[in-house]
């Protein structure tokens, strides 16, 4: 099979990484090595290229440079939001609420926070996966110290009223963790906003590199603490030990600065070709159902059903097209 048969259509699993990404990321293999908590002058432009990064990825979203941890990706973010929140506010309460439709990620990470004693309410959703913000108020309790909620699923690309489950968890002064995983680079969201408290990124969904993420922390209005799941060397303030990933790191600061500047054109771009993909396949096929909801959605997100057709067949009736049936992290 030819390179030019091939079609990539699974950007919701991993995006390539933009060729503008990877000439930025170059220069921190070879010429810049050094590790940014060192003092010579290789440790100083790493240190500098990191937090220029971290600008760029705290911009991205309506932070502060300072309220940015850099992480291994998405999952460990989260890890570090739900597990750091319950193990230092264990005193005040040790209630979780969050929805059935989660990254398992989050989910699995609250069955096993449960497993430990947590309590965990898991919230349904409505036909379009939606979660109710007043299903979430409802679910608060005196002992409620985190809401954890996805911004933009991962599967059928619905979105969540963050805004609005925000406000209910600042009026409750419960603590607001938002999955920004999927959204990042497709749609704005502004964390002051929104209320959000901590927030989990990761650069591979957003034309960046695999391998580096990043946990939005509040630091004021309320300063969300945590405890930290990593020990050693005290990096990221002491909320995450380890060597900085300086090339990744990099790549997912440029990565930010080019979402900033060419988002809002490219959901135009992408949402047109969804809109015609959909035409074309539905003037062509009866029996087909599109999944999510209408409007609030990701851009470039199509999930689609076919009346007894089973998913598996189309994939390997397509092996040059790549598509999904679910969350690549699902079927790992």
Not at 24 to 32: H, K, Y
Not at 193 to 200: F, Q, T, V
Not at 265 to 276: M, N, P, Q
Request: glycine share 10%.
């Amino acid at each position: 099979m030819s390179e030019d048969a091939r079609i990539y259509l699974d950007h919701h699993a991993t995006t390539p990484v933009d060729p503008r990404v990877v000439e930025t990321m170059v220069p921190f293999w070879s010429e810049v090595p050094g590790n940014a908590a060192s003092w010579h002058v290789f440790g100083r432009e790493a240190s500098e290229a990191v937090e220029s990064a971290r600008e760029a990825v705290g911009a991205v979203i309506g932070s502060e440079a300072k309220a940015i941890l850099f992480t291994s990706g998405a999952t460990e973010s989260a890890n570090l939001a739900l597990q750091g929140v319950l193990s230092f506010y264990k005193e005040k309460g040790n209630h979780v609420v969050t929805t059935r439709t989660e990254h398992p990620a989050v989910f699995d990470c609250c069955r096993a926070l449960e497993a430990g004693g947590a309590e965990v309410t898991v919230l349904d959703v409505d036909e379009f996966g939606r979660v109710a913000p007043e299903a979430v108020r409802e679910a608060l309790t005196d002992k409620t110290v985190l809401v954890s909620v996805i911004h933009a699923n991962n599967e059928i690309g619905t979105l969540n009223d963050v805004p609005a489950i925000g406000q209910i968890a600042k009026e409750r002064e419960v603590l607001f963790h938002v999955d920004a995983a999927q959204s990042l680079g497709k749609i704005p969201l502004d964390v002051a906003d929104a209320g959000i408290d901590l927030l989990s990124l990761s650069a591979h969904k957003a034309y960046g590199p695999k391998g580096v993420g990043a946990l939005y922390c509040r630091r004021r209005n309320p300063r969300v603490r945590l405890k930290p799941v990593l020990f050693g060397g005290g990096h990221e303030r002491g909320f995450r030990s380890g060597t900085l990933n300086v090339p990744g790191i990099v790549g997912f600061g440029k990565a930010c600065e080019i979402t900033v500047a060419e988002r809002e054109e490219e959901a135009i771009r992408v949402s047109g070709f969804r809109d015609l993909l959909l035409s074309e396949i539905t003037s062509a096929l009866d029996g087909v159902t599109r999944n999510g909801h209408p409007t609030e959605t990701l851009p470039g997100n199509l999930n689609l059903s076919f009346a007894g057709v089973d998913g598996m067949e189309i994939l390997q009736g397509l092996p040059e097209i790549a598509l999904s049936l679910g969350s690549a992290c699902t079927s790992a």
